[in-house]
């Protein structure tokens, strides 16, 4: 049986968010795999396969440098999911855009993280590595570039984008991919508003994957995790890439799913070693 280790920021240990992996741990511990959540860059157990869970958008080098310690590190070769490593649709006060904007962090889920994360420190008396950053309790919408408040062009760490829903007579959707190795999901789900949250979620409906989707995957460099997109007039815009996904009712009862992901599986686990990436099949899954 495999040893695995969920590696996470010495300050996640006092956040306590519901993340999706720890749905997937108690599979594997209940399939007989050891499972270890291991908090903080030093002192990290050995194992045959390690999971970098470390909530914050840019991953400071101290925990890239634990991919030396693994053989098989799942997401070792994604250290920044921030909007500009893959958004097509950022603007500038000077853009030529007609059309609505909405206003976002530059950091994951608005910043939140973070911000817990720090204030854990700020509490304890301790020093923290992470930076100061925005926090945005929801995205602003304007109708225009020209209706956006200076002081948001101002904010370091506030970023403005196209406004690009996709709708039509029923209402809005939002596009959701979440996978783990080579298994996989993608749903397309209807809200009744253009910002979609949880509660306004009203039906499920399978989609395929688009390839666009799959190549960002790649470019990214992600084995796990779950990606929000649209599609607007024809094109496939990727709105959020989030390698640290939580568990939530809407994508629950796909832990049976991808908790087998690695059993048999071709897909490659990437491990870096500096500049290079070895691939191999891992080993996690129901013996």
């Not at 500009?84 to 603007?91: K, Y």
């Not at 984008?161 to 596009?175: K, M, N, T, V």
Request: with cysteine.
């Amino acid at each position: 049986m495999a040893r695995i280790v969920i590696l996470e920021h010495l300050l996640q240990r006092s956040v306590k968010l519901p993340y999706l992996v720890y749905a997937l741990a108690q599979r594997w511990r209940a399939w007989g795999h050891r499972v270890l959540v291991h908090h903080g860059a030093e002192g990290a157990p050995e194992g045959d396969l390690a999971i970098m869970n470390v909530d914050l958008t840019r991953l400071p080098d101290s925990y890239r440098a634990l991919a030396a310690r693994y053989p098989r590190l799942v997401n070792g070769a994604v250290h920044d999911v921030s909007k500009n490593r893959f958004s097509q649709d950022l603007l500038a006060p000077d853009s030529d855009w007609p059309g609505p904007v909405i206003v976002k962090t530059e950091r994951n889920y608005g910043g939140r993280p973070e911000r817990l994360m720090r204030a854990v420190a700020a509490r304890a008396g301790v020093s923290c590595d992470i930076p100061e950053g925005p926090l945005l309790e929801g995205y602003p919408v304007f109708d225009s570039l020209r209706a956006v408040p200076e002081a948001i062009w101002r904010e370091p760490g506030l970023v403005v984008e196209r406004f690009l829903p996709e709708a039509d007579s029923r209402g809005y959707y939002l596009r959701v991919w979440i996978f783990l190795g080579a298994r996989e999901s993608s749903g397309r789900w209807r809200a009744s508003a253009p910002i979609i949250k949880g509660e306004q979620l009203l039906e499920r409906e399978d989609v395929p994957v688009p390839d666009e989707l799959r190549r960002w995957r790649e470019a990214l460099g992600f084995d796990y995790g779950k990606f929000d997109y649209v599609r607007h007039d024809g094109r496939f815009v990727l709105l959020d890439a989030n390698r640290t996904p939580s568990f939530t009712p809407a994508v629950g009862a796909l832990s049976a799913c991808l908790s087998r992901a690695y059993a048999g599986s071709s897909h490659p686990v990437k491990s870096k070693r500096g500049a290079a990436a070895s691939r191999s099949s891992a080993s996690v899954g129901k013996a």
